[in-house]
């Protein structure tokens, strides 16, 4: 069974110590953490780190583990090209893995790069002032150590809808609304789902910028799953109606490994006044736009009316776009959407090469694997051989026997449509 990794921040947000804080109550080697957080003072001129601990709290009733950290800092504000140096000259004496490495490398890089649109300058010019302090390295190294020793990377990294507050925030840049313009400017563009509330601010720009560099995925609901381990990492401050904790949880995927579990949406709609050459085009403008796949089912609605049922498969990316080409293109009033999960076999496509009446043809194929790699399906591209029957002015059937007598010598397959 696959392993499975949920960041849960939909109550208290996350920042770069809550994260940490989790991975510690997860169980991950306190000392090796606490001794690659000691390193930080190597990367950073003028820091000095007098106390690093974790602690059990209890956190509106929860336990939870919570992080702290004493330090004196003499600089106060770094240009952004200094701290991405120093960050990954720190991961090379680091026994870390690729993976790790570019984990942390990334993370800065997200933070900066954000920053950097927002000031109107270059990484190169822009200065950092709270996310150049030592802290941030520590958050970033010490989640790092963690992830590694816990096999997180390893794992499919999924993240639930992210708390992210209200109200105002007062920094080095003055007084601004939440969420700030750097959580915006890295969440954006991405498929996370932010959530507001009566809390302040909650998540910061560092969790927020470890959190992209982990997941790609964001579930509005938990997936099946089979827990294994729970992490609560507390924050410092007391929230009024809830624990101020982030959970990570560690478990297994029920379906058995070689299946591919996919979240999607189901987008339909129900169109009675279209006419076939509209629907038609609908599909295709539907498949341009990113669609996975589309289905059009005929059937009876209310007064015995003949109906169409636009069915569409999409990812999380490409809903919203699909969703407006439906109301778009068919005129519908309304749509419903579900989220679904779909089970694939793994399936790889390459091109072979084959010989029709002495003429050389490539063609695309899909190949079907079960757990032991076994080939179980082999088909060609339609495409490929409606063009192979259009050049050799022959039957698509008589060309589809052909090739697949010449990719089933290749392959010496047990079986195949």
């Known amino acids: 069974m696959s392993k499975i990794s949920i960041i849960d921040a939909q109550i208290a947000g996350l920042s770069g110590d809550m994260m940490l804080s989790a991975l510690i109550d997860l169980g991950a080697d306190q000392k090796k953490v606490i001794d690659s957080i000691y390193s930080c003072e190597n990367i950073i001129p003028g820091s000095k780190i007098k106390d690093v601990r974790f602690e059990k709290v209890n956190s509106n009733g929860f336990s939870a583990t919570r992080f702290y950290l004493e330090y004196k800092e003499e600089i106060q504000e770094r240009k952004g090209i200094e701290i991405i140096k120093n960050i990954s000259k720190s991961t090379e004496y680091l026994d870390l893995k690729p993976r ?16 950097a649109k927002i000031h109107g300058e270059s990484v190169d010019q822009v200065y950092l002032h709270e996310a150049s302090s030592i802290d941030t390295f520590v958050d970033l190294i010490g989640c790092a150590i963690a992830l590694e020793d816990l096999k997180i990377f390893d794992s499919k990294i999924l993240s639930t809808y992210i708390s992210i507050g209200n109200g105002l925030t007062t920094f080095s840049h003055g007084t601004i609304p939440n969420p700030t313009n750097a959580i915006l400017e890295i969440f954006k563009g991405k498929s996370f789902v932010l959530t507001g509330n009566d809390q302040g601010e909650l998540t910061t720009p560092t969790g927020a910028a470890m959190l992209v560099n982990l997941s790609s995925e964001c579930i509005r609901y938990y997936p099946p799953f089979i827990p294994e381990r729970i992490g609560l990492g507390a924050g410092h401050r007391k929230l009024k109606d809830r624990p101020n904790v982030l959970r990570i949880v560690l478990g297994k995927d029920p379906v058995i490994s070689y299946l591919n579990n996919e979240k999607m949406f189901l987008i339909e709609t129900n169109i009675d006044d279209l006419n076939g050459e509209i629907i038609g085009n609908l599909i295709e403008v539907l498949m341009r736009e990113g669609a996975r796949d589309v289905t059009i089912i005929p059937g009876i609605t209310k007064k015995n009316r003949p109906v169409n049922i636009i069915r569409v498969l999409s990812d999380i990316v490409k809903t919203d776009s699909l969703i407006d080409k439906l109301f778009k293109e068919t005129g519908t009033s309304g749509i419903r959407i579900n989220e679904i999960n779909r089970i694939t076999l793994e399936r790889n496509i390459i091109i072979i090469q084959v ?23 082999i088909k060609p591209e339609f495409n490929d051989l409606k063009n192979i029957a259009n050049s050799e002015d022959s039957s698509l059937k008589a060309i589809q026997e052909l090739v697949m007598f010449q990719i089933f010598k290749k392959f010496k397959a047990n079986s195949y449509e």
């Open 100 to 115: 790790s490495k570019s984990f942390i490398v990334d993370s800065i890089k997200t933070l900066i790069d954000a920053e």
């Open 355 to 377: 010989t029709i009446n002495h003429s050389k043809y490539d063609v695309k194929v899909k190949i079907t694997k079960d757990s032991s790699n076994n080939i179980i399906n």
